[in-house]
């Protein structure tokens, strides 16, 4: 069998919805919902993102079944060694990164009584100047999502260094057409 030219089109359609809903949410987490005080007004923004964030959760473990189960494309290089083994490691972080968001995420909900909220049912927001931060898997969170921006804004930085600075097209993989 020929080894594809691109990722399998299930492969493509998950990483960008994946990509958009954590962007989305990371921006939304940092932006938004830390400026919105804990009472009833929080509850429609907060179970978007819990909602936004099990999707993204879902769709990662649907993308490494479907990575370890579709013919992948030849390796791709850089030029040189050190940047190829930093490019294997920033995807290993990618994916870390969004199973640990997603799972301190979880971690957040269950410990504070908020999945309720998933269906559309009040609950009881933690008060005090501390807010969340009295759930121990919310300091992860925090850490997760600032460690998150550093490995996408990688991974971008390389994306663009192949498309414009090598002009590998390296971008057309991750992208539909004949595989």
Do not use: C
């Amino acid at each position: 069998m020929l080894q594809p030219k691109r990722y399998h089109p299930t492969l493509v359609t998950i990483h960008w919805l994946s990509a958009l809903l954590i962007i989305m949410n990371l921006a939304f987490g940092l932006a938004v919902l830390i400026n919105i005080p804990n009472d009833a007004t929080k509850f429609m923004p907060l179970a978007n993102h819990m909602t936004f964030g099990l999707i993204v959760l879902v769709l990662t473990v649907a993308r490494i079944i479907v990575r370890a189960t579709t013919p992948q494309p030849a390796p791709a290089t850089s030029g040189n060694p050190y940047l190829d083994k930093l490019a294997i490691l920033v995807h290993v972080l990618l994916y870390a990164g969004a199973l640990g968001m997603g799972f301190s995420g979880l971690g957040i909900a269950f410990a504070s009584g908020i999945m309720p909220l998933l269906a559309g049912q009040p609950v009881s927001l933690p008060q005090g100047p501390e807010g969340f931060y009295i759930y121990p898997p919310r300091m992860g969170h925090d850490l997760v999502s600032y460690l998150l921006y550093l490995v996408i804004a990688m991974h971008v930085g390389a994306a663009l260094f192949h498309q414009f600075i090598r002009r590998d097209n390296l971008l057309s993989r991750m992208w539909f057409g004949k595989r």
